[in-house]
C-alpha cells in the first residue's frame, strides 16, 4: 500500500487529496492545527482506508518527527500543502510586521523544508514531494509580498532539491485560485463563489503528482488528467 503524508489536510485542497488519494486505496498520515476538524476528516477518510491523523502545528519540530515517523519505513508521497497567509488584509510591504513576516517563512518555507529533510531517507527513487505553490511566487500582486516571497523561495528550494535528488520527483504544484478559506482571508468581504472548488483541482495535482512528471514547476490547471 502507498504511504502519502499530507499537511494541512483537515480542509481545502488539503483534504481534498486526501480523498482522492483514499479513493485509490492510499494509506495516508494527515495532519492540521485544529484537532476537531482533522478528527472529521480522519472518520470520513478511515471508511475507504488506513489513515493516521495527528493535530499539531507543522513548524514544530517534535510534530514533524511524529508525522514522519507515523508514515513508518517508506513514503511514497510527501505533499507540503499547510500555509499561512499572514495578515489580512494584506499589509504593503513597507508597512509589513517582521515578526508576522518570520512566521509566515517559518510555516511556508521552513517548515516543508524541515519534513522533507526528516522524509528523505524514507523516499524510495521515484517517490515524490510535492510543494504547494501559487502565482504570487512569479507575479509581483501589490500587497502580497509576504505571502508570495515566501512561496517564491519555497520554489527555488524545490529547485535546489530536485537537482540534488535527480532520483526523486520534487515538484512546485500550482492549483490557480480556489474558493477555500485561505483565499477569503486573502479578500475580505469578497464574494469568491466563482473560483473552482479544490476537488475540481485535485484530478490535475494527481495526474502531476501520481504520474511520471519529472521535477520541477507546474501549473495543476493547465493538466488534462488521462
Not at 515566501?150 to 529547485?159: F, G, I, N, Y
Not at 501549473?219 to 488534462?224: E, P, Q
Request: net charge negative.
Amino acid at each position: 500500500m502507498d504511504t502519502a503524508l499530507i499537511t494541512g489536510a483537515s480542509r481545502g485542497l488539503g483534504l481534498a487529496l486526501a480523498r482522492g488519494l483514499a479513493r485509490r486505496s492510499w494509506r495516508l498520515v494527515i495532519d492540521a492545527r485544529g484537532a476537531e476538524a482533522l478528527e472529521a476528516a480522519r472518520a470520513e477518510l478511515a471508511e475507504l482506508t488506513e489513515v493516521v491523523a495527528i493535530p499539531g502545528d507543522v513548524a514544530d519540530a517534535e510534530h514533524q518527527r511524529a508525522l514522519v515517523e507515523a508514515a513508518g519505513p517508506r513514503i511514497d508521497l510527501l505533499v507540503n500543502n499547510a500555509s499561512v497567509l499572514g495578515p489580512s488584509p494584506q499589509p504593503a510591504l513597507a508597512d509589513y510586521p517582521l515578526d508576522a513576516l518570520e512566521h509566515v517563512y517559518h510555516v511556508n518555507v521552513h517548515a516543508p523544508l524541515a519534513l522533507t529533510q526528516l522524509a528523505l531517507p524514507r523516499l524510495r527513487p521515484g517517490a515524490c514531494v510535492v510543494n504547494v505553490t501559487s502565482d504570487a511566487a512569479v507575479e509581483p500582486y501589490e500587497g502580497w509580498g509576504g505571502y508570495g516571497s515566501s512561496k517564491a523561495a519555497l520554489e527555488q528550494l524545490t529547485r535546489i532539491l530536485g537537482a540534488e535528488h535527480p532520483d526523486l520527483r520534487i515538484l512546485a504544484v500550482d492549483p490557480g485560485d480556489m474558493r477555500t478559506q485561505m483565499h477569503q482571508e486573502a479578500f475580505p468581504g469578497e464574494d469568491i463563489s466563482d473560483r473552482p472548488l479544490p476537488e475540481a483541482i485535485v484530478p490535475g495535482v494527481l495526474a502531476i503528482a501520481c504520474g511520471d512528471a519529472p521535477s520541477g514547476r507546474y501549473d495543476a490547471t493547465a493538466v488534462t488528467p488521462a
